[in-house]
């Protein structure tokens, strides 16, 4: 099977023949790495989030996935109703950038409300397994990123970091949940691939999928690739989340070598000259 290396993402055709950046826009006051940044005394500071968002754009990236729930290890879950208070008004505003814009998101109502007002990608780390998320993305044609999770909460998934083959086992969910939404009618050439680092993985298992991140690639569907200031990168480096840049920038592009197509990331500008470095060693018409 061949991928198709361009998704319509809504209005936006995603080109997906080399590495694009998706920055990460988190509306959340509790996010393991950026939470708060868009809070003033409690409530949303909406300028400063379409300032961080046209910002990204212009340093090149090509999404910007909005959540509006935190999936840090151990977080708690929020409410239907304040999910959609942070992510609505947001799409409503960074929709005309320009980019393909994607929800983060579990929840089904959320997605539809966020489908109708223009995103281009839904991106599960549930993989679209609560009630009624297929039928949804089924039926909005939009492409979709099912991502890996041992059990299916933050709250407890590093509780059940346990596999026998980690490499297998996440080739094995994500192949039963492509089978899921094509039975549903989500076309193949729609999907996108996430192992989930982080998501119910011990350190040993997250380097593992790293570093055979080309068997998932091989499994024919475009992979993203999320390592960016994870505590994987802490445990290795023993810096804070704020000091985490070289590491999340050699594993970005690390993901690449191995083939991801699409890398989620705080610090886009950076993410981006490296992969321009990479792109130009790796592209033989090059004059010396």
Not at 128 to 135: F, M
Not at 176 to 203: H, W
């Amino acid at each position: 099977m061949v991928h198709n290396s361009v998704l319509q993402c809504g209005d936006h055709p995603l080109d997906l023949s080399e590495p694009v950046v998706m920055g990460i826009l988190n509306i959340t006051p509790d996010s393991f790495s950026d939470g708060g940044q868009f809070y003033q005394q409690d409530r949303l500071v909406y300028d400063t989030i379409l300032r961080k968002a046209e910002q990204m754009v212009a340093d090149g990236a090509s999404i910007l996935d909005i959540g509006g729930e935190s999936t840090r290890p151990g977080a708690l879950p929020v409410s239907i109703d304040q999910e959609m208070d942070r992510v609505l008004p947001v799409i409503e505003k960074v929709r005309e950038l320009g980019v393909v814009i994607s929800l983060d998101s579990s929840e089904p109502k959320v997605m539809q409300e966020a489908i109708e007002l223009g995103v281009g990608l839904i991106n599960d780390v549930r993989a679209l397994r609560r009630e009624g998320a297929l039928e949804i993305v089924s039926a909005s044609g939009l492409p979709v990123c099912l991502m890996h999770m041992q059990g299916d909460s933050p709250l407890t998934m590093q509780k059940q970091a346990q596999y026998h083959s980690v490499i297998d086992e996440v080739a094995d969910f994500l192949e039963y949940q492509v089978e899921r939404c094509s039975n549903a009618g989500i076309k193949q050439s729609n999907i996108i691939l996430d192992p989930g680092f982080g998501f119910g993985k011990t350190l040993r298992h997250n380097l593992t999928l790293l570093n055979r991140l080309d068997q998932l690639v091989a499994l024919g569907y475009p992979v993203l690739s999320g390592t960016s200031r994870k505590s994987m990168l802490g445990q290795i480096t023993e810096r804070g989340t704020d000091q985490r840049l070289a590491s999340s920038l050699s594993s970005a592009i690390i993901a690449a070598q191995k083939g991801a197509r699409i890398l989620r990331v705080h610090d886009v500008a950076e993410t981006v000259d490296a992969l321009k470095v990479l792109t130009a060693t790796c592209n033989e018409n090059w004059e010396s």
